[in-house]
C-alpha cells in the first residue's frame, strides 16, 4: 500500500512565477491536508479538504494560495506569483477519517530565485 | 488558542541511554496528542497517539508516551535509545485528527 506521494520532491521557481504542488493520498484516504515547513520550525497547518470541499482553510494566506482536491487526481497546492518568503517544505498528509491518524508524505521543497 | 511548547531544541545522549522529549499544550479541552520523527529531507512518521482511555500509549520503535492532565503534558521515552534514532522530533496536538498544531521540535543527536 504506497503511502502519501508528493511530488515533485524539490522545485525552483523564480520570483513571480506560479508553483503547483502535487498530492496523491494513501488509497482510501478522502482527507488531505497541507503543512508548510519553514527551517527550524514546526509544521503549520495550511488547509484541510476532502474530495471536492475545503473544509477548513484558516491557515491559508489570503492572497495567491489556492488548494483543491478534485473528485478525480491528486490534491494540487497552489502558488501564485511566489516570493522569495514562500520558499519552505510543503508537506501533504492524508488520512481515512477524521478518527483516523494523518499520514505524511515526504513534502516539496520550494526555493525561490 | 491552542499552542505546543517543546522545551528543548536540542539533546544529545549516548547510545543505550535513556531518552526523555518533553511537550506541553495549552488547550481548552483534553486534545489528541500525537509524537512524530522525521529524519532529513524526510516526511513525518507517527510514533504515537493518544486519544483516550490509559495515559500511558505504546508507539513504534519502542517509543512511549505518558498524558498527564494535571501538567498539560505529553512527554515521549525511550529506555534504551539506538544510533538510528537520532532525527527531529515534533509533538503535536489536536481538537479531533483534523487542524494539528505543532511544536517546533526536539533534535535528537546520539552519541557512541
Known amino acids: 500500500n504506497a503511502g502519501v506521494m508528493q511530488n515533485p520532491r524539490h522545485l525552483v521557481r523564480r520570483r513571480g512565477q506560479e508553483a503547483r504542488l502535487r498530492c496523491s493520498p494513501m488509497?482510501?484516504?478522502?482527507?488531505v491536508y497541507w503543512y508548510r515547513q519553514l527551517p527550524e520550525e514546526g509544521l503549520k497547518f495550511m488547509v484541510y479538504?476532502?474530495?471536492?470541499?475545503?473544509?477548513?482553510e484558516s491557515g491559508m494566506p489570503k492572497e495567491r494560495f489556492s488548494a483543491e482536491f478534485p473528485k478525480e487526481g491528486p490534491s494540487i497546492l497552489r502558488i501564485q506569483q511566489v516570493v522569495r518568503g514562500d520558499s519552505a517544505a510543503y508537506f501533504c498528509?492524508?488520512?481515512?477519517?477524521?478518527?483516523?491518524?494523518?499520514?505524511f508524505g515526504d513534502g516539496t521543497r520550494l526555493s525561490i530565485l | 488558542a491552542q499552542s505546543v511548547t517543546q522545551p528543548d531544541i536540542h539533546i544529545t545522549v549516548s547510545e543505550g541511554a535513556s531518552l526523555e522529549l518533553r511537550c506541553n499544550y495549552s488547550?481548552?479541552?483534553?486534545?489528541?496528542l500525537f509524537w512524530y520523527v522525521q529524519s532529513p529531507g524526510q516526511g513525518l512518521q507517527l510514533l504515537l497517539k493518544?486519544?483516550?482511555?490509559?495515559?500511558l500509549v505504546q508507539g513504534i520503535k519502542g517509543f512511549e508516551a505518558e498524558f498527564k492532565r494535571s501538567q498539560s503534558s505529553f512527554n515521549l521515552r525511550k529506555p534504551s535509545v539506538h544510533w538510528s534514532d537520532a532525527a527531529e522530533y515534533f509533538c503535536?496536538?489536536?481538537?479531533?485528527?483534523?487542524?494539528?498544531?505543532f511544536g517546533t521540535g526536539t533534535r535528537l543527536t546520539i552519541i557512541p
Open positions: 498528509a492524508s488520512s481515512q477519517n477524521r478518527d483516523q491518524p494523518q499520514h
Open positions: 503535536a496536538v489536536g481538537f479531533g485528527n483534523e487542524k494539528l498544531t
Open positions: 488547550y481548552g479541552a483534553t486534545p489528541y
Open positions: 488509497k482510501g484516504h478522502s482527507h
Open positions: 493518544y486519544f483516550s482511555g490509559d495515559t
Open positions: 479538504l476532502q474530495k471536492e470541499n475545503i473544509i477548513d
